[in-house]
Protein backbone atom coordinates (compact mmCIF):
# COMPACT_ATOMS: atom_id res chain seq x y z
CA UNK A 1 0.00 0.00 0.00
CA UNK A 2 1.58 3.34 -0.93
CA UNK A 3 0.34 6.09 1.50
CA UNK A 4 0.02 9.19 0.27
CA UNK A 5 2.39 12.34 1.51
CA UNK A 6 1.36 14.39 4.30
CA UNK A 7 3.79 17.24 3.61
CA UNK A 8 4.13 19.00 -0.25
CA UNK A 9 7.41 20.81 0.32
CA UNK A 10 10.05 20.32 -2.71
CA UNK A 11 13.21 20.81 -1.11
CA UNK A 12 13.14 20.21 2.87
CA UNK A 13 12.94 16.30 2.11
CA UNK A 14 15.78 16.61 0.36
CA UNK A 15 17.89 18.63 3.02
CA UNK A 16 16.50 15.77 6.10
CA UNK A 17 17.85 13.23 3.91
CA UNK A 18 21.37 14.65 3.24
CA UNK A 19 23.35 14.15 6.20
CA UNK A 20 22.60 10.68 5.65
CA UNK A 21 23.36 10.29 2.21
CA UNK A 22 26.53 12.36 2.39
CA UNK A 23 27.72 10.92 5.15
CA UNK A 24 26.56 7.45 3.41
CA UNK A 25 28.17 8.28 0.34
CA UNK A 26 31.40 9.80 1.58
CA UNK A 27 32.38 6.95 4.17
CA UNK A 28 30.98 3.77 2.88
CA UNK A 29 30.35 3.79 -0.65
CA UNK A 30 33.35 5.71 -1.79
CA UNK A 31 35.76 3.15 -0.18
CA UNK A 32 34.23 0.17 -1.46
CA UNK A 33 34.26 1.42 -5.11
CA UNK A 34 38.00 2.27 -4.62
CA UNK A 35 38.97 -0.99 -2.66
CA UNK A 36 37.37 -2.78 -5.97
CA UNK A 37 39.00 -0.54 -7.98
CA UNK A 38 42.59 -1.16 -6.40
CA UNK A 39 42.01 -4.69 -6.91
CA UNK A 40 42.12 -4.32 -10.56
CA UNK A 41 46.10 -3.14 -10.16
CA UNK A 42 49.13 -3.58 -8.66
CA UNK A 43 52.27 -1.12 -7.44
CA UNK A 44 55.81 -1.86 -6.73
CA UNK A 45 56.45 -1.90 -3.33
CA UNK A 46 57.65 1.87 -2.68
CA UNK A 47 54.25 2.57 -4.29
CA UNK A 48 55.69 4.66 -7.16
CA UNK A 49 54.49 2.96 -10.05
CA UNK A 50 50.60 1.46 -9.79
CA UNK A 51 49.91 -0.74 -13.57
CA UNK A 52 46.72 -2.06 -14.47
CA UNK A 53 46.49 -6.20 -13.98
CA UNK A 54 42.91 -6.92 -14.75
CA UNK A 55 41.64 -9.81 -12.62
CA UNK A 56 45.33 -11.55 -11.80
CA UNK A 57 45.06 -10.63 -7.95
CA UNK A 58 42.01 -12.46 -8.09
CA UNK A 59 43.73 -15.78 -9.86
CA UNK A 60 46.19 -15.19 -7.68
CA UNK A 61 44.71 -15.05 -4.41
CA UNK A 62 42.84 -18.05 -5.47
CA UNK A 63 45.75 -20.39 -6.31
CA UNK A 64 47.21 -19.30 -3.20
CA UNK A 65 46.94 -22.53 -0.71
CA UNK A 66 47.04 -19.85 2.52
CA UNK A 67 43.93 -18.42 0.61
CA UNK A 68 41.80 -21.92 0.68
CA UNK A 69 43.34 -22.50 4.31
CA UNK A 70 41.93 -19.05 5.53
CA UNK A 71 38.70 -19.98 4.32
CA UNK A 72 38.70 -23.07 5.45
CA UNK A 73 39.10 -21.97 9.31
CA UNK A 74 36.56 -19.28 8.08
CA UNK A 75 34.07 -22.25 7.50
CA UNK A 76 34.88 -23.92 10.19
CA UNK A 77 34.63 -21.00 13.16
CA UNK A 78 31.56 -19.70 11.19
CA UNK A 79 29.71 -22.76 11.15
CA UNK A 80 30.82 -24.05 14.79
CA UNK A 81 29.69 -20.33 16.38
CA UNK A 82 26.33 -20.32 14.54
CA UNK A 83 24.98 -24.08 15.13
CA UNK A 84 26.52 -24.35 18.72
CA UNK A 85 25.49 -20.63 19.63
CA UNK A 86 21.84 -20.65 18.22
CA UNK A 87 21.45 -24.59 19.68
CA UNK A 88 22.37 -23.34 23.27
CA UNK A 89 20.52 -20.10 23.07
CA UNK A 90 17.23 -21.88 21.88
CA UNK A 91 17.97 -24.56 24.68
CA UNK A 92 18.30 -22.17 27.61
CA UNK A 93 15.09 -19.92 26.19
CA UNK A 94 13.38 -23.32 26.25
CA UNK A 95 14.36 -23.33 29.86
CA UNK A 96 13.75 -19.55 30.77
CA UNK A 97 10.21 -19.76 29.17
CA UNK A 98 8.74 -22.01 31.71
CA UNK A 99 7.13 -20.38 34.86
CA UNK A 100 10.35 -20.21 36.74
CA UNK A 101 10.79 -18.29 40.34
CA UNK A 102 14.08 -15.90 39.87
CA UNK A 103 13.28 -15.86 36.31
CA UNK A 104 14.32 -12.23 35.20
CA UNK A 105 17.99 -12.88 37.58
CA UNK A 106 18.59 -15.86 35.11
CA UNK A 107 17.93 -13.64 32.27
CA UNK A 108 19.96 -11.06 33.20
CA UNK A 109 22.68 -13.46 34.17
CA UNK A 110 23.10 -14.81 30.75
CA UNK A 111 22.27 -11.60 28.81
CA UNK A 112 25.73 -9.85 30.59
CA UNK A 113 27.88 -11.64 27.72
CA UNK A 114 26.13 -9.54 25.25
CA UNK A 115 27.61 -6.14 26.77
CA UNK A 116 31.00 -6.81 26.32
CA UNK A 117 33.06 -6.38 23.05
CA UNK A 118 34.52 -9.24 21.70
CA UNK A 119 38.21 -8.38 22.40
CA UNK A 120 37.01 -7.86 26.08
CA UNK A 121 36.08 -11.52 26.05
CA UNK A 122 38.89 -12.63 24.82
CA UNK A 123 41.24 -10.94 27.37
CA UNK A 124 38.85 -12.46 30.18
CA UNK A 125 39.42 -16.06 28.77
CA UNK A 126 43.17 -15.58 28.13
CA UNK A 127 43.61 -15.08 31.91
CA UNK A 128 41.51 -18.41 32.64
CA UNK A 129 43.73 -20.31 29.52
CA UNK A 130 46.77 -18.62 29.73
CA UNK A 131 49.39 -21.47 29.78
CA UNK A 132 50.82 -22.37 33.15
CA UNK A 133 49.17 -19.42 34.49
CA UNK A 134 45.13 -19.64 34.11
CA UNK A 135 42.94 -21.49 36.45
CA UNK A 136 41.37 -23.63 33.49
CA UNK A 137 44.96 -24.50 32.05
CA UNK A 138 46.43 -25.43 35.12
CA UNK A 139 43.62 -27.69 36.22
CA UNK A 140 44.24 -29.25 32.63
CA UNK A 141 47.55 -29.61 33.00
CA UNK A 142 46.97 -31.35 36.51
CA UNK A 143 45.27 -33.80 34.45
CA UNK A 144 47.24 -34.36 31.94
CA UNK A 145 46.51 -32.14 29.04
CA UNK A 146 49.46 -30.27 27.58
CA UNK A 147 47.49 -27.41 27.32
CA UNK A 148 49.33 -24.65 24.99
CA UNK A 149 47.10 -22.71 22.53
CA UNK A 150 50.02 -20.47 21.01
CA UNK A 151 51.43 -23.90 19.89
CA UNK A 152 48.50 -25.99 18.92
CA UNK A 153 46.82 -25.36 16.13
CA UNK A 154 43.41 -27.35 17.17
CA UNK A 155 43.70 -25.85 20.58
CA UNK A 156 44.11 -22.41 19.34
CA UNK A 157 41.04 -23.09 17.13
CA UNK A 158 39.02 -24.58 19.59
CA UNK A 159 39.29 -21.44 22.24
CA UNK A 160 38.62 -19.01 20.08
CA UNK A 161 35.55 -20.63 19.11
CA UNK A 162 34.64 -21.46 22.63
CA UNK A 163 35.12 -17.91 23.60
CA UNK A 164 32.98 -16.58 20.23
CA UNK A 165 30.13 -19.13 21.35
CA UNK A 166 30.29 -17.89 24.94
CA UNK A 167 29.77 -14.53 24.19
CA UNK A 168 26.81 -15.35 21.12
CA UNK A 169 24.76 -17.32 23.22
CA UNK A 170 23.52 -14.18 24.95
CA UNK A 171 22.25 -13.54 21.92
CA UNK A 172 20.59 -16.06 20.49
CA UNK A 173 19.26 -16.60 23.56
CA UNK A 174 17.63 -13.37 23.81
CA UNK A 175 15.89 -13.61 20.61
CA UNK A 176 14.36 -16.68 21.14
CA UNK A 177 13.29 -15.95 24.46
CA UNK A 178 11.08 -13.44 22.94
CA UNK A 179 9.74 -15.36 20.17
CA UNK A 180 9.03 -18.32 22.98
CA UNK A 181 7.19 -15.23 25.07
CA UNK A 182 5.16 -14.04 21.84
CA UNK A 183 3.84 -17.64 21.23
CA UNK A 184 0.60 -18.20 21.72
CA UNK A 185 0.25 -20.69 24.61
CA UNK A 186 -3.11 -22.48 23.12
CA UNK A 187 -0.83 -24.04 20.14
CA UNK A 188 1.41 -25.74 23.14
CA UNK A 189 -2.01 -26.77 24.98
CA UNK A 190 -3.59 -27.85 22.00
CA UNK A 191 -0.37 -30.48 20.54
CA UNK A 192 -0.15 -31.42 24.65
CA UNK A 193 -3.91 -32.26 24.71
CA UNK A 194 -3.67 -34.05 21.47
CA UNK A 195 -1.29 -36.75 23.54
CA UNK A 196 2.59 -35.26 22.28
CA UNK A 197 5.76 -35.47 25.13
CA UNK A 198 6.98 -32.37 25.82
CA UNK A 199 9.63 -33.09 23.69
CA UNK A 200 7.86 -34.07 20.41
CA UNK A 201 5.92 -30.94 21.01
CA UNK A 202 8.68 -28.99 20.77
CA UNK A 203 10.56 -30.00 17.84
CA UNK A 204 6.97 -30.60 15.76
CA UNK A 205 4.85 -27.70 16.80
CA UNK A 206 7.15 -25.52 18.68
CA UNK A 207 10.60 -25.05 16.63
CA UNK A 208 8.59 -25.03 12.86
CA UNK A 209 7.01 -21.41 14.26
CA UNK A 210 9.96 -19.98 15.24
CA UNK A 211 11.81 -20.70 12.09
CA UNK A 212 11.87 -16.98 11.25
CA UNK A 213 13.73 -16.53 14.35
CA UNK A 214 16.19 -19.42 13.31
CA UNK A 215 16.72 -17.73 9.85
CA UNK A 216 17.01 -14.39 11.12
CA UNK A 217 19.55 -15.63 13.62
CA UNK A 218 21.14 -17.90 11.05
CA UNK A 219 22.55 -14.81 9.13
CA UNK A 220 23.12 -12.53 12.02
CA UNK A 221 25.45 -15.35 13.50
CA UNK A 222 27.58 -15.89 10.42
CA UNK A 223 27.89 -12.13 9.81
CA UNK A 224 29.12 -11.75 13.63
CA UNK A 225 31.49 -14.90 13.21
CA UNK A 226 32.45 -13.35 9.34
CA UNK A 227 33.65 -10.03 11.10
CA UNK A 228 33.36 -9.83 14.68
CA UNK A 229 35.65 -12.76 15.22
CA UNK A 230 38.50 -10.35 14.30
CA UNK A 231 38.17 -8.71 17.89
CA UNK A 232 38.78 -12.16 19.27
CA UNK A 233 41.55 -13.52 17.33
CA UNK A 234 43.11 -10.20 17.20
CA UNK A 235 43.45 -10.23 21.40
CA UNK A 236 43.96 -14.00 21.46
CA UNK A 237 46.13 -15.94 18.53
CA UNK A 238 46.94 -13.18 16.03
CA UNK A 239 45.91 -15.76 13.90
CA UNK A 240 48.36 -18.11 14.83
CA UNK A 241 50.25 -20.89 15.45
CA UNK A 242 51.02 -21.10 11.70
CA UNK A 243 47.33 -19.50 10.32
CA UNK A 244 45.46 -22.29 12.39
CA UNK A 245 43.07 -19.03 13.70
CA UNK A 246 43.65 -17.02 10.73
CA UNK A 247 40.12 -16.15 9.47
CA UNK A 248 39.17 -13.94 6.17
CA UNK A 249 39.48 -10.81 8.16
CA UNK A 250 42.10 -11.49 10.39
CA UNK A 251 44.10 -12.04 6.73
CA UNK A 252 43.09 -8.99 4.48
CA UNK A 253 43.98 -6.90 8.26
CA UNK A 254 47.48 -8.70 8.05
CA UNK A 255 48.09 -8.77 4.17
CA UNK A 256 46.92 -4.23 4.31
CA UNK A 257 48.75 -3.47 7.63
CA UNK A 258 51.75 -5.77 8.27
CA UNK A 259 52.83 -6.31 4.52
CA UNK A 260 51.27 -3.34 3.05
CA UNK A 261 49.97 -4.98 0.14
CA UNK A 262 47.22 -3.07 -0.66
CA UNK A 263 46.05 -4.34 -3.96
CA UNK A 264 45.90 -8.14 -2.56
CA UNK A 265 44.01 -6.92 0.28
CA UNK A 266 41.61 -5.32 -1.87
CA UNK A 267 40.79 -8.43 -3.65
CA UNK A 268 40.28 -9.87 -0.61
CA UNK A 269 37.61 -7.46 0.41
CA UNK A 270 35.83 -7.52 -2.84
CA UNK A 271 35.83 -11.26 -2.29
CA UNK A 272 34.21 -10.74 1.44
CA UNK A 273 31.84 -8.34 0.28
CA UNK A 274 30.57 -10.88 -2.81
CA UNK A 275 29.95 -12.53 0.54
CA UNK A 276 28.37 -10.38 3.03
CA UNK A 277 26.00 -9.39 -0.59
CA UNK A 278 24.91 -13.19 -0.94
CA UNK A 279 23.86 -13.12 2.86
CA UNK A 280 21.87 -9.78 3.33
CA UNK A 281 20.36 -10.46 -0.23
CA UNK A 282 18.58 -13.81 1.51
CA UNK A 283 18.36 -11.40 4.85
CA UNK A 284 16.20 -8.81 2.79
CA UNK A 285 14.28 -11.73 0.69
CA UNK A 286 13.42 -12.63 4.10
CA UNK A 287 12.52 -9.43 5.15
CA UNK A 288 9.80 -8.36 1.83
CA UNK A 289 8.16 -11.96 2.72
CA UNK A 290 7.46 -10.80 6.37
CA UNK A 291 6.30 -7.51 5.48
CA UNK A 292 3.78 -8.96 2.97
CA UNK A 293 2.81 -11.44 5.61
CA UNK A 294 3.03 -9.78 8.60
CA UNK B 1 2.87 -18.68 41.59
CA UNK B 2 3.30 -22.19 43.09
CA UNK B 3 4.52 -22.43 46.19
CA UNK B 4 8.75 -22.67 45.88
CA UNK B 5 8.97 -26.22 46.65
CA UNK B 6 6.41 -26.91 44.14
CA UNK B 7 8.09 -25.12 41.35
CA UNK B 8 11.44 -26.87 42.17
CA UNK B 9 10.04 -30.42 42.12
CA UNK B 10 8.08 -29.83 38.49
CA UNK B 11 10.84 -27.96 36.82
CA UNK B 12 14.43 -28.95 38.72
CA UNK B 13 15.78 -30.00 35.03
CA UNK B 14 15.14 -26.12 33.66
CA UNK B 15 16.41 -25.00 37.52
CA UNK B 16 19.60 -27.42 37.32
CA UNK B 17 20.45 -26.39 33.19
CA UNK B 18 20.03 -22.42 33.86
CA UNK B 19 22.35 -22.61 36.83
CA UNK B 20 25.05 -24.22 35.07
CA UNK B 21 25.08 -22.39 32.22
CA UNK B 22 24.87 -19.14 34.93
CA UNK B 23 27.82 -20.79 36.30
CA UNK B 24 29.83 -21.09 32.85
CA UNK B 25 28.76 -17.21 31.54
CA UNK B 26 30.09 -15.82 35.04
CA UNK B 27 32.93 -17.91 36.06
CA UNK B 28 35.05 -15.45 34.20
CA UNK B 29 33.23 -11.92 35.31
CA UNK B 30 33.99 -13.80 38.56
CA UNK B 31 37.62 -14.99 38.33
CA UNK B 32 38.85 -11.79 36.41
CA UNK B 33 37.58 -9.63 39.72
CA UNK B 34 39.13 -11.92 42.20
CA UNK B 35 42.67 -11.70 39.95
CA UNK B 36 42.00 -7.53 39.99
CA UNK B 37 42.76 -8.07 43.96
CA UNK B 38 46.62 -10.05 43.84
CA UNK B 39 49.71 -8.79 42.64
CA UNK B 40 51.04 -9.97 39.20
CA UNK B 41 54.06 -11.90 40.63
CA UNK B 42 51.91 -14.27 42.45
CA UNK B 43 48.97 -14.42 39.23
CA UNK B 44 52.58 -14.61 37.03
CA UNK B 45 54.17 -17.60 38.97
CA UNK B 46 50.62 -19.24 38.46
CA UNK B 47 49.95 -19.30 41.78
CA UNK B 48 46.66 -17.07 42.51
CA UNK B 49 44.34 -18.84 44.97
CA UNK B 50 40.43 -18.92 43.78
CA UNK B 51 39.77 -16.11 46.45
CA UNK B 52 40.58 -12.31 46.93
CA UNK B 53 43.60 -11.00 47.73
CA UNK B 54 45.19 -7.88 49.07
CA UNK B 55 46.40 -5.91 46.40
CA UNK B 56 42.69 -4.68 45.27
CA UNK B 57 43.87 -1.02 45.62
CA UNK B 58 47.00 -0.90 44.38
CA UNK B 59 45.64 -2.48 41.45
CA UNK B 60 42.74 -0.22 40.27
CA UNK B 61 44.79 3.00 41.26
CA UNK B 62 47.26 2.10 38.86
CA UNK B 63 44.28 0.83 36.39
CA UNK B 64 42.46 4.31 36.83
CA UNK B 65 45.56 6.61 36.43
CA UNK B 66 48.03 5.14 34.38
CA UNK B 67 47.55 1.54 32.73
CA UNK B 68 49.84 -1.13 32.41
CA UNK B 69 53.41 -0.79 31.90
CA UNK B 70 53.66 -2.03 28.72
CA UNK B 71 50.85 0.12 26.48
CA UNK B 72 47.44 1.04 27.33
CA UNK B 73 46.55 4.87 28.75
CA UNK B 74 44.57 4.87 32.14
CA UNK B 75 41.50 3.60 32.53
CA UNK B 76 40.05 6.99 33.32
CA UNK B 77 41.24 8.43 29.34
CA UNK B 78 40.00 4.94 28.28
CA UNK B 79 36.24 5.41 30.02
CA UNK B 80 36.11 9.23 28.74
CA UNK B 81 37.30 8.57 24.99
CA UNK B 82 34.88 5.29 24.85
CA UNK B 83 31.63 7.35 26.34
CA UNK B 84 32.75 10.29 24.48
CA UNK B 85 33.05 8.21 21.06
CA UNK B 86 29.92 5.94 22.36
CA UNK B 87 27.43 8.68 22.54
CA UNK B 88 28.46 10.83 19.79
CA UNK B 89 27.74 8.07 17.72
CA UNK B 90 24.69 6.62 19.45
CA UNK B 91 23.23 10.95 19.34
CA UNK B 92 24.33 11.33 15.52
CA UNK B 93 23.03 7.66 14.43
CA UNK B 94 19.21 8.75 16.24
CA UNK B 95 19.34 12.20 14.39
CA UNK B 96 20.47 11.43 11.29
CA UNK B 97 17.82 8.56 11.01
CA UNK B 98 15.34 10.11 12.41
CA UNK B 99 15.59 12.78 9.90
CA UNK B 100 15.90 10.10 6.79
CA UNK B 101 12.83 8.08 8.05
CA UNK B 102 10.61 11.42 8.52
CA UNK B 103 11.62 12.44 4.81
CA UNK B 104 10.90 8.95 3.46
CA UNK B 105 7.34 8.07 4.99
CA UNK B 106 5.85 11.47 5.13
CA UNK B 107 7.16 13.16 1.97
CA UNK B 108 7.06 12.33 -1.76
CA UNK B 109 9.78 12.97 -3.96
CA UNK B 110 11.50 11.99 -6.96
CA UNK B 111 14.22 9.35 -6.32
CA UNK B 112 12.83 8.71 -2.71
CA UNK B 113 13.30 5.05 -2.99
CA UNK B 114 17.02 5.61 -4.65
CA UNK B 115 17.84 7.14 -1.29
CA UNK B 116 16.01 4.88 0.92
CA UNK B 117 18.23 1.85 -1.05
CA UNK B 118 21.22 3.81 -0.96
CA UNK B 119 21.38 3.98 3.02
CA UNK B 120 19.98 0.14 3.04
CA UNK B 121 23.47 -0.75 0.63
CA UNK B 122 25.31 0.03 3.45
CA UNK B 123 24.34 -2.83 5.54
CA UNK B 124 26.84 -4.96 2.87
CA UNK B 125 29.56 -2.78 3.21
CA UNK B 126 30.77 -3.30 6.90
CA UNK B 127 33.80 -1.58 7.83
CA UNK B 128 36.12 -5.00 7.64
CA UNK B 129 35.78 -4.88 3.55
CA UNK B 130 37.14 -1.54 3.06
CA UNK B 131 38.69 -0.34 6.63
CA UNK B 132 41.82 0.91 4.00
CA UNK B 133 40.37 2.61 2.06
CA UNK B 134 38.31 4.41 5.19
CA UNK B 135 41.17 4.90 7.07
CA UNK B 136 43.04 6.72 4.49
CA UNK B 137 39.99 9.06 3.75
CA UNK B 138 40.34 9.64 7.26
CA UNK B 139 44.05 10.70 7.00
CA UNK B 140 43.74 12.64 4.23
CA UNK B 141 40.77 14.63 5.78
CA UNK B 142 43.94 14.98 8.83
CA UNK B 143 41.39 13.11 11.30
CA UNK B 144 43.84 10.85 12.94
CA UNK B 145 43.93 11.00 16.36
CA UNK B 146 40.40 12.84 16.73
CA UNK B 147 36.96 12.22 17.62
CA UNK B 148 35.43 13.10 14.73
CA UNK B 149 37.87 10.57 12.96
CA UNK B 150 36.94 8.33 15.28
CA UNK B 151 32.72 8.53 15.22
CA UNK B 152 31.85 10.42 11.91
CA UNK B 153 32.18 7.23 9.67
CA UNK B 154 29.82 5.57 11.73
CA UNK B 155 26.89 7.86 11.90
CA UNK B 156 24.77 6.24 9.53
CA UNK B 157 22.35 3.51 10.47
CA UNK B 158 20.52 0.85 7.99
CA UNK B 159 18.70 -1.09 11.05
CA UNK B 160 18.12 2.26 12.61
CA UNK B 161 16.28 3.87 9.50
CA UNK B 162 14.42 0.70 8.82
CA UNK B 163 12.97 0.61 12.27
CA UNK B 164 12.13 4.27 12.85
CA UNK B 165 10.91 3.83 9.20
CA UNK B 166 8.12 1.21 10.17
CA UNK B 167 7.01 3.02 13.80
CA UNK B 168 6.50 5.84 11.49
CA UNK B 169 4.56 4.26 9.16
CA UNK B 170 2.33 2.92 12.40
CA UNK B 171 1.76 6.35 13.07
CA UNK B 172 -1.52 7.57 12.43
CA UNK B 173 -1.65 10.17 9.92
CA UNK B 174 -4.34 12.01 11.73
CA UNK B 175 -2.24 13.53 14.20
CA UNK B 176 0.03 15.11 11.54
CA UNK B 177 -3.11 16.56 9.59
CA UNK B 178 -4.72 17.66 13.20
CA UNK B 179 -1.37 19.52 13.58
CA UNK B 180 -1.20 20.86 10.02
CA UNK B 181 -4.83 22.26 10.34
CA UNK B 182 -3.32 24.15 13.35
CA UNK B 183 -0.89 26.07 11.55
CA UNK B 184 2.40 23.34 12.35
CA UNK B 185 5.06 23.25 9.96
CA UNK B 186 6.53 19.91 8.80
CA UNK B 187 9.63 20.43 11.12
CA UNK B 188 7.26 21.93 14.14
CA UNK B 189 5.23 18.42 13.56
CA UNK B 190 8.41 16.61 13.85
CA UNK B 191 10.01 17.75 16.69
CA UNK B 192 6.39 18.28 19.12
CA UNK B 193 4.30 15.60 17.38
CA UNK B 194 6.17 12.51 15.69
CA UNK B 195 8.98 12.30 18.06
CA UNK B 196 7.02 12.29 21.16
CA UNK B 197 5.15 9.83 19.75
CA UNK B 198 8.06 7.29 19.17
CA UNK B 199 10.30 8.28 21.81
CA UNK B 200 10.21 4.75 23.69
CA UNK B 201 11.41 3.36 20.09
CA UNK B 202 14.33 6.14 20.16
CA UNK B 203 15.14 5.67 23.76
CA UNK B 204 15.66 1.75 22.91
CA UNK B 205 17.78 2.45 19.41
CA UNK B 206 20.13 4.56 21.46
CA UNK B 207 20.62 2.03 24.13
CA UNK B 208 21.35 -0.16 21.25
CA UNK B 209 24.00 1.96 19.57
CA UNK B 210 25.23 3.11 22.79
CA UNK B 211 26.51 -0.51 23.37
CA UNK B 212 27.59 -0.73 20.34
CA UNK B 213 29.83 2.69 19.71
CA UNK B 214 31.03 1.43 23.03
CA UNK B 215 32.29 -1.81 22.22
CA UNK B 216 33.98 -0.72 18.72
CA UNK B 217 37.38 -2.03 18.72
CA UNK B 218 39.00 -2.33 14.67
CA UNK B 219 38.06 1.20 14.12
CA UNK B 220 39.91 2.53 17.15
CA UNK B 221 42.86 0.36 16.23
CA UNK B 222 43.24 2.04 13.43
CA UNK B 223 42.93 5.55 13.51
CA UNK B 224 44.68 6.02 17.14
CA UNK B 225 48.13 6.04 17.41
CA UNK B 226 48.08 8.00 19.97
CA UNK B 227 47.59 6.80 23.74
CA UNK B 228 45.61 9.51 24.78
CA UNK B 229 42.75 9.24 21.93
CA UNK B 230 42.50 4.97 22.79
CA UNK B 231 39.35 3.75 23.35
CA UNK B 232 38.68 0.79 25.98
CA UNK B 233 38.29 -2.44 24.16
CA UNK B 234 41.38 -1.67 21.89
CA UNK B 235 43.44 -0.10 25.39
CA UNK B 236 43.01 -2.69 27.27
CA UNK B 237 44.05 -5.39 24.79
CA UNK B 238 47.31 -2.94 24.00
CA UNK B 239 48.04 -3.56 27.75
CA UNK B 240 48.71 -7.06 27.05
CA UNK B 241 51.60 -6.09 25.09
CA UNK B 242 55.41 -6.60 25.70
CA UNK B 243 56.94 -10.03 26.62
CA UNK B 244 53.94 -12.37 27.98
CA UNK B 245 55.82 -13.07 31.33
CA UNK B 246 55.82 -9.45 32.39
CA UNK B 247 52.34 -9.28 31.84
CA UNK B 248 50.48 -7.09 34.69
CA UNK B 249 46.96 -9.40 34.99
CA UNK B 250 46.45 -7.74 37.97
CA UNK B 251 46.52 -4.54 36.29
CA UNK B 252 44.90 -5.47 33.28
CA UNK B 253 42.26 -7.76 34.83
CA UNK B 254 41.27 -4.16 37.10
CA UNK B 255 41.25 -2.20 34.01
CA UNK B 256 38.83 -5.22 32.21
CA UNK B 257 36.67 -5.01 35.64
CA UNK B 258 36.26 -1.28 35.14
CA UNK B 259 35.58 -0.64 31.84
CA UNK B 260 33.28 -3.17 32.00
CA UNK B 261 31.17 -1.54 34.67
CA UNK B 262 29.73 0.68 32.21
CA UNK B 263 28.45 -1.87 29.64
CA UNK B 264 27.05 -4.22 32.39
CA UNK B 265 25.22 -1.41 33.83
CA UNK B 266 22.95 -0.81 30.85
CA UNK B 267 22.54 -4.45 30.03
CA UNK B 268 20.93 -4.54 33.66
CA UNK B 269 19.44 -1.13 34.42
CA UNK B 270 18.35 -0.57 30.41
CA UNK B 271 16.68 -4.44 30.11
CA UNK B 272 14.04 -2.68 28.77
CA UNK B 273 14.74 -1.14 26.21
CA UNK B 274 17.43 -3.63 25.33
CA UNK B 275 14.98 -6.29 25.04
CA UNK B 276 12.26 -4.16 23.44
CA UNK B 277 14.85 -3.30 20.39
CA UNK B 278 15.64 -6.64 20.38
CA UNK B 279 11.88 -7.72 19.19
CA UNK B 280 11.89 -5.15 16.53
CA UNK B 281 15.01 -5.49 14.80
CA UNK B 282 13.67 -8.90 14.20
CA UNK B 283 10.67 -7.72 12.46
Not at chain 1, 198 to 206: E, I, L, N, P
Not at chain 2, 45 to 56: E, S, V
Not at chain 2, 233 to 244: D, T
Request: charged fraction near 15%.
Amino acid sequence: MEERAVFKNKLLPYLLIAPQIILTGLWFIYPAVVASYQSLFRSDPLGIRTTFVGVQNYTRLFSDPRFFSSLRVTLVFAVSVTVLSMFIGLFLASMADKPLRGRKVYRTLLLLPYALAPAVTAVLWRFLLAPRIGIIARFLGDIGIRWDYRLDGVQALFLVILVAVWQRIAYNFIFYLAALQSMPRSVIEAARLDGAGSKRTFWSVVFPILSPTTFFLLIMNIVYSLFEGFGIIHALTQGGPAGATEILVYRLYVDGMIYQNINRSAAQSVVLLVFVVLLTALQFRWVDRRVHYG
Amino acid sequence: MDSWSRVLRREWFAYVALSLAVVVIVLPLFVAVVGSTHDSGTIGRGRMPLWFGQHAGENYVQAWTMGARYGGAGVQRLIVNSSIMAFTIAAGKVLLTVLTAYAVVFFRFPLRNFFFWTVMITVMLPLEVRMFQTYKLVSDFRLLNSFAGLTLPWIVSTTGTLLLRQHLRALSRDLLDAAKIDGAGPMRCLWSVVIPAIRPNIAALFVILFLYGWNQYLWPLLVTTRGDMETVAMGLVKMLGGPEAATEWGVVLASAVLTIIVPVCVVIFMQRYLVQAFAETEK
